[in-house]
């Protein structure tokens, strides 16, 4: 287990170090100056090359990539361009709520979809099955945007069930994990559908019933677990969508994560942050795929770690 | 053993009755009937067995009682099943329920995938107690462990926190019998308990199922292929062949007056201990394949820095050769490196060691030296379902190797495929269907037809024929031997059968732990078995006679000595003594 | 004195929303939408405006003196006032900061500003670590010597830029003044939920007796427009920052209570094409005052809802200087055709247009696209990112570029505000804000004449500016399109002149001077 | 497998198709889809680029449904219907052939990687997780940026950032899949590796490969929207059924239109092929025989 452990640290290291090195690179030759945009419109040439040659930003790529890679060595992911702070400290800052938003986002998917998934998979053919199969559909080709607004017009606007957007209680939470949820909860649904309808053909759940369990009992206790494995791996893979998704649902709710401060990043090539983002996006990746990883044997006895 | 005889319940209102009972699938070519007009009862206490052929829907009528047929293609259309006063045919789900695993309880025909493998074995027997009854966990927990003890499991309490996969095949066997066992039914259906054991665990089996009916008063439905067990078991046969009862009657009158054809050419198939012929001398024929101090290791991977810190010795200096048109056969327990050996065989295990095949090493496998090893060398695996692509038909895949191989034409491919099909009995009508729509035995058979297509110098054939019943056995026998005969096809036959070994073989190697024991002809190892591993198998042979007196032997307990090592330790090899020509047996083991 | 209003009444909060994070507060780092405003009320300059207006006052100066020549200026600092840290502000403060903001480590997007400061250019090329021409004569006073003369200067001394700050603060923060800022504006910096929330507290000590009035301000970030205008329909907000979004602005217009607080203002900006001078077709006059007349204006108007005004020239109406008399290039596309042909190409020609990828932005563009496609222009569109825009822009390698969003508001009202960066030589080299590559010896000379006159306000002055635009439009760089309007919200509660909502100079809200009502 | 049994496979299968309503309602859908892209010059009552004069009101609203515009019109005036006809045609290159593209990349990089597990696999994978541990979103930015924009660039973007999901779900099931007998039963018949791979591990991959690749239809022309919405994407005028959603969205309630039929319209494509893809996989189950 540990040495488990100790290994693929190390190749999430290598990931890591992969991922900062493809970032750099495509940041370097984005055809975008960052001098320009601290510089200011009345900026003369004077300026300009004075803050390029500050930055460092006029040596040889390998020795910019080097400086930085140095730096996070030590823990220094640099200083903004543009907000002129220390990126850590900004990431720090809002990582907390995108983590919260990750976690609850993921779990309503979860519940959402795995519940789309298994009702359908019971009923499978019939009405309800193909319902569901089509709101799978209309979920995953919703854009985020309009459904999160809708669902903020509705339950904060109109209903006033809910804070219109903000951070901080539980009931700020409710709609944005809701929004996320419901859009990405159509692949969990199929997914699970898909590995109900095999697992309910398995000879294990023949013998549960033939035990004379009642449904919900072979059903939850005997093929949901079983089923639920290749979902396990899903969650790993969806961190790395949901980073995307997270930007919009962030902005509609204002919600304080790291999408809102990526996506203005990008917006400005304020490359110190987007490389920060980038990373701490990564290890969450990294980490999300571990912790399936090491979530599976714990269902599944017989996958062993390797 | 008990008197079968004793027609205890037999006057008595029967606990299940079966009533003109049809299944049906539906297909692409309209609904096929799979079991038409059966009819039996069954009363308390007694044991009734259905035999016959396979694919006869035998595994299909004990669906169709419990109501569990495979969705959604096949289904009941005719007759009634009563439970006592329950008509089950008509009952609804829900109240259905409520009977299966408290009035009837099933044992299914394949213990390797019947239990959760997420679940440990405990949980699951708690829950099929607490289903029925209104006990407290810990109460169920203690019924369940008793359950295990009951069924002489060994370290029951540990085996419980243990999941399936933890377990070997018998001991899973057990596990699933403990479950009936723990449930008390009135009527226990048990769909080939013992196929996937070896003689020493059927044995066990067997016990612990009359143990289940003398304290219980169980009525036991024993579905078999295996007349050994039908005559040991059964107060009753039904004899079944093509979805229909052949036959019905007490057991002695059966064995002894056969009515029906069938039957009399069932009980004539059955091959019996000591009925092997005389002792012929060894063929000078040339050899085709020739094991020399033979390896296999499997790495059991550990520690801080995932290296190999023990290993399985499941193959332990293992040297025989087999003779062209010689059938040579391994039996030994469960776990003694049997498989193993077939595999290394045809290259799909690294070993160490020489293997020789029709003049070819084998080993380090390329591309080209695989597939010309292919053309002389065929396996037939031990799990038949999991050796067939479930998502090609049938035809394709015995037309497959000859295909590969570049012979014939689509046409030539098909007649062929449709030939070897006729060979194992089957129809070519079948040719178009998929595993899952055969039966156990069929899977098996097309498995063989498959091995027999290019024909190959050397088969191997793992536990091939195991999960038929004896006549098809039998006729798969007797094309072997045919085969075997026509184009001096050598065999290395695997299996845990004694008479059936006894019936083929040329020579027989006994393994234990993977080494061999005791290995010369039939007639030395049968006539003057010298181990005492050996004897033992020979005195667990369940013999085909109901009148047959069964020697005591002492029951053991299951787990047997493990062959993993450390890293380094040196495993003590038997040293084979010669005791007569060709008849060596182990001196210190 | 302060003339205060008199229904004012003092205290409450109000709560004001932007999209965009704020980045910092660091007066001479700080230029964006979002803090300038929040900026000006945490820190003063020696010069400050009329609020709601663009008429100069003396801010932290309580006067000044200008040399005959014009090169120098003497501020006599206001007694008592104090920072927030309440150490008294002193002309070595004064001295400090402008030395600061024009030194290269501070990598100030606003020194360029400072250039005509007497050592400016030993500052920017890092030999000097103090301006030569700025001087303590006495505590409270200070001498700022020009290197030429600058009739801007004032406007200079009130920018955001020029605030003053105190060395000590600065230096505690170690590089992070910018999120905690000490000046002495009427608001100090209370607290920061980084990505969240600001609080400002009203600085009890502020120097203009009375004001603020309110006691707090709530900034809350990270709010989509569309959101914070469905929190102020709520009551939750009382001025969203980014304005009315257009998505919403009909609803809003169409309901009588609500139009009733929306508040329309002039803006010192203007939406304006430009045409790569230096590269074929656009190097020729023709093809310019061609693409002039192809456009319709009143069409891309009405896209946004009318929510600005066609404009014929660089100046905004409201600049001085704007040459009220003039038709510009009226939009005809016949004639446009009949001067493309004299250009040599009938067949009209291939062309790009850089646009920024916000909207409305990419909408204008299409409307500018099938305008030029009347008359054979065939330009395809390039929608990228604001910094990408910008890249290709500086680069001279986009022939045509639509400046909405990244479009040019006034730092500070003055006609010469408008012309250096973009329209004169300085900006046309490789890399600067000039897109058009326009640079004409003889009208630069002109500009800076009328810049080094001494009374930025003198008619001379601004007719000498107008000339120049007019030249400009002869050569027509540039298509003017339209000058924005700003249209912005506040809630029922909300007091205080409708111009400090749309403060021409402390944009978009001067908190100084609103109050609730309640 | 020879051509013949092919057909063979291929005739039942069509045989069976056709007897579902629903593959039958979703081919149909597919095709109308298809048609609409490749006719739309001849179908469009507009030109979908032309600014109508008369397609804004005086304020610069567009005009709801009805009326001379069948679908309304957009922001700047201009035919939806049209606009939706023309835009077909980037949604398909997008959800059809990128999504198709994405999908074929992830299983052969997944089936390589699980199947050869030596250093191939090693490799493959590893590169895989690389690819899976960047931020999706942010990777196509760069990407598409660095390329310059253009509905081609974009299409080979979202394959390239689209095929790592696929990839790792292909791997899992293939590692499962080639430990099992039936396969080493195949090795010992001497069948080379591309027909194990092909024949007998590939058809095990539909069913999951169907479900990605129909869900991945909608990602995908979302993820395309999301491009030109941050400025890498297609190019405007250039219609496409997410741009038109993304150019509109802050609109959804006032114009209601400009987002429901674009949305609309990416969902009947997803759902059309969703169908096909369904039935397809239920008529190659083989467990599923005689269930129709
Ligand atoms: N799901 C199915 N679809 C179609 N046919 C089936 C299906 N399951 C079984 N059959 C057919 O039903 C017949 C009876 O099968 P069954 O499993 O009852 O045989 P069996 O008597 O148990 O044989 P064995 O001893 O080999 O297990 C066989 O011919 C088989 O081909
Ligand atoms: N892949 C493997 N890794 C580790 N150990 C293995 C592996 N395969 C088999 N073994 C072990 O090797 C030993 C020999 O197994 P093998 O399958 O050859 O037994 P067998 O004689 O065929 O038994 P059975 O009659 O039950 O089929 C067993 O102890 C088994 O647990
Ligand atoms: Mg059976
Ligand atoms: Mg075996
Ligand atoms: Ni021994």
């Known amino acids: 287990m540990a040495a488990y452990l100790i290994r693929r640290l190390f190749q999430s290291a290598l990931i890591l170090l992969g991922v900062s090195f493809i970032t750099f690179l495509l940041l370097y030759v984005l055809p975008a100056d960052p001098v320009r945009q601290i510089a200011g419109r009345s900026a003369t040439p004077q300026n300009i090359a004075s803050i390029r040659a500050q930055l460092g930003l006029d040596q040889p790529f390998f020795v910019q990539y080097g400086r930085y890679l140095w730096a996070l060595l030590q823990g220094d992911m640099g200083r903004s361009y543009l907000q002129r702070t220390d990126v850590a400290s900004l990431i720090w800052a809002r990582l907390p709520a995108s983590l919260l938003l990750m976690v609850a986002g993921i779990g309503a ?25 089509m709101t799978s559909f209309v979920t995953v080709s919703a854009p985020q945007f309009v459904v999160a607004l809708l669902l903020l017009y509705v339950f904060a606007v109109q209903l006033g069930w809910f804070p219109i957007g903000g951070y901080g209680t539980p009931a700020h939470l409710v709609l944005p994990a809701l929004t996320l949820g419901i859009l990405g909860s159509g692949w969990y649904a199929r997914m699970m559908r898909s590995s109900m309808v095999e697992v309910l053909r398995a000879d294990f759940v023949r013998t549960a019933r033939a035990k004379g369990l009642t449904r919900g009992r072979v059903i939850l206790r005997h093929a949901l677990p079983n089923a639920i494995l290749p979902v396990i791996a899903m969650i790993g893979i969806d961190i790395g969508i949901f980073m995307g998704g997270i930007v919009v649902v962030e902005s509609v709710f204002g919600w304080p994560g790291i999408g809102q401060l990526a996506w203005q990043a990008i917006q400005r090539v304020d490359i110190p942050i987007i490389m920060g983002v980038t990373l701490v996006s990564a290890c969450a990746i990294v980490i999300g795929n571990l912790l399936a990883d090491l979530v599976a044997p714990l269902i599944d006895p017989r996958i062993r770690i390797r | 053993m008990t008197d079968p005889a004793q027609p205890t319940g037999a006057a008595a209102a029967p606990v299940l009755s079966v009533q003109g009972l049809c299944v049906s699938v539906r297909t692409d070519a309209g609904l096929v009937p799979l079991v038409s007009d059966i009819s039996f009862d069954l009363a308390r206490g007694e044991t009734l067995a259905i035999a016959g052929e396979s694919g006869s829907g035998k595994s299909i009528t004990s669906l169709a ?6 969705p959604p293609a096949v289904r009941v259309t005719g007759g009634e099943i009563r439970l006592g006063d329950t008509v089950l045919t008509t009952l609804p789900e829900s109240r259905m329920r409520g009977l299966r695993g408290d009035r009837i309880a099933m044992i299914f025909q394949e213990p390797m995938t019947s239990l959760n493998p997420v679940m440990t074995v405990g949980a699951q027997l708690v829950e099929a107690i607490r289903a029925h009854a209104p006990l407290s966990r810990r109460a169920a927990q203690a019924e369940a462990l008793a359950a295990l003890t009951a069924v002489r499991l060994s370290e029951p309490a540990r085996r419980m926190g243990q999941y399936p996969h933890e377990l070997s095949g018998g001991m899973r066997q057990r596990v699933m019998i403990a479950m009936a066992l723990a449930l008390k039914p009135d009527v226990l259906i048990a769909d080939e308990p013992t196929t996937a054991l070896d003689v020493t665990v059927q044995r066990e089996v067997l016990d612990l199922l009359r143990d289940l009916q003398r304290t219980h008063g169980t009525a036991i439905l024993l579905i078999t292929h295996d007349m050994g067990v039908v005559a040991e078991m059964a107060d009753r046969v039904i004899v079944m062949r093509r979805g229909m009862v052949q036959e019905m009657g007490q057991v002695r009158q059966i064995f002894a007056a056969p009515k029906a054809a069938y039957t009399r050419d069932l009980l004539a198939a059955v091959p019996r201990m000591g009925q092997g012929g005389d002792a012929v001398p060894r063929s000078t024929a040339p050899v085709v394949a020739q094991l020399t101090d033979v390896q296999v290791r499997y790495d059991l991977r550990g520690g801080v820095l995932n290296r190999v810190t023990h290993r399985v010795h499941a193959v332990e200096g293992v040297s025989f050769d087999i003779r062209a048109g010689e059938t040579f056969s391994l039996v030994g327990e469960s776990g003694c490196g049997k498989s193993t050996i077939a595999r290394a065989m045809v290259g799909l295990t690294p070993h160490q060691g020489t293997i020789r095949i029709a003049d070819q090493a084998v080993g380090t496998m390329t591309a080209q030296s695989r597939k010309s090893l292919s053309a002389v060398a065929q396996i037939v695996f031990q799990d038949p379902m999991a050796a067939l692509d479930p998502r090609m038909t049938v035809g394709d895949q015995i037309a497959e190797p000859l295909l590969i191989h570049g012979q014939g034409n689509r046409a030539t491919r098909r007649a062929r495929a449709a030939d070897l099909m006729d060979r194992v009995g089957l129809t070519a009508a079948q040719l178009d269907n998929y595993p899952h729509e055969f039966s156990g035995g069929q899977r098996q058979r097309i498995c063989i037809a498959r091995a027999l297509a290019l024909t190959p110098k050397l088969i191997v054939a793992d536990e091939s024929v195991s999960a038929l019943d004896v006549s098809v056995q039998a006729r798969v026998l007797d094309l072997l031997r045919a085969l075997k005969d026509e184009f001096a096809i050598a065999m290395l036959f695997i299996s845990h059968d004694m008479a059936v070994v006894e019936n083929i073989s040329d020579r027989v190697g006994v393994m234990h732990l993977g080494q061999i024991v005791e290995i010369g002809s039939r007639a030395q190892i049968f006539g003057n078995p010298q181990h005492p591993y050996t004897r033992r198998l020979m005195a667990a042979v369940p013999v085909a006679d109901p009148a047959a007196v069964r020697p005591v032997i002492p029951r053991m307990a299951g787990n047997s000595p493990n062959p993993v090592h450390k890293v380094g330790a040196v495993v003590p090899r038997h040293r084979l003594v010669a005791v007569a020509d060709g008849h060596l047996v182990a001196q210190a083991g | 004195q302060e003339t205060l209003d008199p229904n004012a009444t003092p205290g409450g909060n109000i709560t004001v929303t932007y999209k965009d994070d704020v980045a910092t507060l660091d007066p001479a780092i700080g230029y964006d939408w979002q803090n300038w405003s929040m900026i000006k009320s945490l820190f003063d300059g020696l010069m400050d405006y009329e609020p709601g207006t663009t008429t100069l006052r003396p801010g932290l100066a309580e006067s000044y003196e200008v040399s005959e020549d014009g090169l120098t200026f003497t501020f ?51 030999e000097a670590t103090t301006l030569e021409g700025v001087t303590v004569v006495d505590p409270l006073t200070v001498q700022i010597t020009l290197s030429r003369p600058d009739a801007t200067f004032l406007h200079v001394m009130a920018l955001n830029f020029a605030s003053v700050v105190p060395q000590e603060a600065v230096e505690e923060a170690a590089g992070d003044f910018g999120r905690m800022p000490v000046g002495t504006g009427a608001f100090k910096l209370a607290d920061w939920t980084v990505g969240q929330s600001l609080l400002f507290e009203k600085n009890a000590d502020y120097w203009r007796a009375g004001l603020p009035y309110l006691d707090t301000v709530t900034f809350e970030v990270g709010q989509e427009p569309i959101v914070a205008l469905l929190r102020l329909q709520n009551g939750e907000v009382d001025v969203p920052g980014d304005g009315i979004p257009p998505a919403k602005f009909q609803e809003v217009m169409a309901d009588p209570e609500q139009a009733a607080r929306v508040v329309e203002g002039g803006q010192l900006q203007t939406g304006y094409i430009t045409l790569n001078v230096t590269a074929a077709p656009f190097d020729q006059v023709e093809v310019r005052q061609a693409v002039n007349m192809a456009i319709n204006k009143d069409r891309i108007v009405q896209l946004i809802n009318g929510r600005a005004v066609p404009a014929n020239q660089p100046l905004p109406p409201s600049m001085p200087g704007y040459t009220a008399d003039y038709d510009g290039y009226a939009y005809d596309v016949e004639a446009a055709k009949a001067l493309l042909a004299e250009a040599g190409l009938a067949d009209g020609f291939e062309t790009e247009l850089y646009v920024m990828n916000t909207d409305p932005n990419p909408r204008i563009a299409q409307a500018i696209q099938q305008d030029l496609a009347a008359i054979g222009v065939t330009a395809s569109i390039q929608s990228l990112a604001q910094a990408n825009v910008i890249e290709a822009g500086g680069a001279g390698t986009a022939p045509m570029i639509w400046s909405g969003g990244m479009a040019w508001i006034a730092d500070f009202p003055d006609p010469s505000n408008f012309f250096g960066p973009i329209l004169g030589c300085a900006g046309a080299e490789e890399g600067g804000w000039n897109w058009s590559k326009f640079c004409n010896a003889e009208i630069d000379a002109a500009a800076t004449a009328a810049d080094s006159m001494i009374d930025p306000a003198t008619p001379e002055r601004l007719a000498m500016w107008s000339d120049v635009y007019m030249k400009v439009m002869e050569e027509a760089p540039w298509v003017p399109v339209f000058n924005e309007q700003r249209y912005t919200m506040k809630s029922a509660r909300m007091g205080g002149d409708d111009a400090l909502y749309v403060d021409p100079v402390s944009i978009p809200v001067n908190y100084d001077y609103v109050y609730v009502t309640e | 497998m020879t051509a013949m049994t092919a057909t063979r496979v291929t005739d039942g299968v069509w045989r069976r198709l056709r007897r579902r309503p629903l593959a039958l309602i979703g081919m149909a859908l597919v095709a109308t889809i298809v048609l609409a892209a490749l006719l739309a010059p001849w179908i469009a009552p507009y030109d979908p680029f032309e600014q109508h004069f008369d397609g804004l ?9 009805g009326g001379a515009f069948l679908l309304g019109t957009d922001l700047l005036g201009r035919d939806l219907f049209s606009r939706l006809l023309y835009g077909a045609r980037t949604s398909l290159i997008i959800g059809v052939v990128a999504n198709g593209a994405a999908l074929l990349i992830g299983t052969v990089i997944g089936l390589t990687a699980g199947f050869f597990q030596g250093w191939i696999g090693t490799v493959l994978m590893r590169f895989t997780d690389l690819m899976m541990a960047f931020p999706a979103l942010l990777l196509a930015i760069c990407l598409a940026a660095v390329l310059q924009p253009s509905l081609w660039i974009v299409a080979f973007v979202i394959a390239m950032v689209n095929w790592v999901q696929t990839a790792r779900v292909i791997y899992t099931e293939t590692t499962a899949l080639a430990a099992r007998d039936f396969i080493a039963a195949q090795r010992t018949l001497g069948a080379g590796t591309g027909r194990i791979l092909f024949r007998h591990i590939l058809p095990h991959l539909v069913p999951m490969i169907i479900v990605w690749g129909t869900l991945g239809i909608s990602t995908t022309v979302l993820l395309e929207a999301t491009l030109s919405y941050l400025g890498v994407g297609v190019q405007p005028p250039m219609p496409s059924w997410g741009n038109i959603i993304f150019e509109n969205q802050t609109y959804f309630q006032s114009a209601p239109w400009l987002v429901f039929w674009p949305g609309l319209a990416i969902v009947v494509l997803a759902l059309a092929f969703n169908l096909v893809g369904d039935a397809l996989r239920d008529v190659l189950d083989p467990a599923l025989r005689g269930s129709d």
């Open chain 2, 65 to 70: 009682i419990m109501g569990l047929l495979p």
């Open chain 3, 76 to 126: 006599a600092l206001r007694p008592g006032v104090v920072f927030h840290n309440g150490r008294e502000m002193t002309a070595e403060d004064v001295k400090y900061s402008l030395d600061r903001v024009t030194l290269p480590e501070t990598a100030s997007p606003g020194a360029g500003f400072f250039a005509a400061i007497a050592g400016y250019d030993a500052m920017a090329s890092g």
């Open chain 1, 109 to 133: 998917e979860l519940v959402i979809g795995l519940t789309m998934g298994v009702v359908a998979a019971l009923w499978r053919g019939r009405t309800i099955d193909n319902g569901l199969m």
């Open chain 4, 57 to 65: 009101t005086l304020y610069g609203e567009p005009l709801p449904p």
